[in-house]
C-alpha cells in the first residue's frame, strides 16, 4: 500500500491558463474522489468514479473543469481558463466499494494558485 | 441537505491537557459519521467513525468520539493531549456512499508547551 499519491504537490498559474492535475488511488481501489478545499474550510466534494465511469459532479464543477479516469485507474483533474478563485487545494481520495466500513484514503493534495 | 458545523475556529490545550472538539451534523437518515485530522503538507487521515452499534467510538491516537443522537453531536475527545496532536481536525458526515459526505470547516488545534 503505497498510498494515494497526487502530482504536482503546488501548481502556480496565470490567470487564463490550463492546469492539468493528476492523481494515482491506492491500486486495488476502484473508487476515485475528487476535493476542493480552501483555506479555513473542509473539503467538498467535486465527483467521483467508479472504475472509468464518473457517477457523479457536484454543481460546484462548472464547464471549466473536467475529470477523467480512462482505464479506472489513473486520474486527472483540469481546468480551463483558470480563474483567481479557483485557487485552492485539490484531494484526492480513493475507496475499495464493497468493503464493509468503506475507507476513504486521501492523497497530500495538489496546491493551485491563480495569478 | 446535510451539513456539519464545528463551532470552534481555533482551540488552544496545554500539553498533558485534556481535548473536546465539538461537531454537529444535520442529516436525514442515520448518519455515519467521521473524524479527520490533517496535519500540514499532509494528507487526511481518518480517526476514526460511527456507522452503528455502540455510540462511543474508540480511534487511533488515543481518540475517542461518542454520538448523540438527541444532541445531533459527534464530539470528539481525547484524555491527555500531546504536542504531536497540533492539526486540523475536521468532523465529516456521510450516508453509505462516501460522496454523500460532507465535511465541517474544521478546527485548528493548537498544543501549547
Known amino acids: 500500500d503505497t498510498g494515494v499519491s497526487q502530482d504536482p504537490r503546488h501548481k502556480i498559474t496565470k490567470r487564463g491558463q490550463n492546469v492539468t492535475f493528476r492523481c494515482d488511488p491506492i491500486?486495488?481501489?476502484?473508487?476515485l474522489y475528487w476535493y476542493r478545499q480552501t483555506l479555513g474550510q473542509g473539503p467538498e466534494f467535486l465527483t467521483y468514479?467508479?472504475?472509468?465511469?464518473?457517477?457523479?459532479k457536484s454543481r460546484l464543477l462548472s464547464d471549466r473543469f473536467s475529470a477523467e479516469r480512462p482505464k479506472g485507474s489513473f486520474s486527472t483533474l483540469e481546468i480551463q481558463r483558470t480563474e483567481q478563485g479557483d485557487s485552492a487545494m485539490y484531494l484526492c481520495?480513493?475507496?475499495?466499494?464493497?468493503?464493509?466500513?468503506?475507507?476513504?484514503?486521501f492523497g497530500s493534495g495538489t496546491q493551485l494558485s491563480v495569478l | 441537505a446535510q451539513s456539519v458545523t464545528q463551532p470552534d475556529i481555533h482551540i488552544t490545550v496545554s500539553e498533558g491537557a485534556s481535548l473536546e472538539l465539538r461537531c454537529n451534523y444535520s442529516?436525514?437518515?442515520?448518519?455515519?459519521l467521521f473524524w479527520y485530522v490533517q496535519s500540514p503538507g499532509q494528507g487526511l487521515q481518518l480517526l476514526l467513525k460511527?456507522?452503528?452499534?455502540?455510540?462511543l467510538v474508540q480511534g487511533i491516537k488515543g481518540f475517542e468520539a461518542e454520538f448523540k443522537r438527541s444532541q445531533s453531536s459527534f464530539n470528539l475527545r481525547k484524555p491527555s493531549v500531546h504536542w504531536s496532536d497540533a492539526a486540523e481536525y475536521f468532523c465529516?458526515?456521510?450516508?453509505?456512499?462516501?460522496?454523500?459526505?460532507?465535511f465541517g470547516a474544521g478546527t485548528r488545534l493548537t498544543v501549547k508547551p
Open positions: 442529516y436525514g437518515a442515520t448518519p455515519y
Open positions: 481520495a480513493s475507496s475499495l466499494v464493497g468493503v464493509p466500513n468503506e475507507k476513504l484514503f
Open positions: 465529516a458526515v456521510g450516508g453509505n456512499n462516501n460522496n454523500d459526505m460532507r
Open positions: 468514479f467508479q472504475n472509468e465511469a464518473q457517477l457523479e
Open positions: 491500486s486495488e481501489h476502484n473508487r
Open positions: 460511527y456507522f452503528s452499534g455502540d455510540t
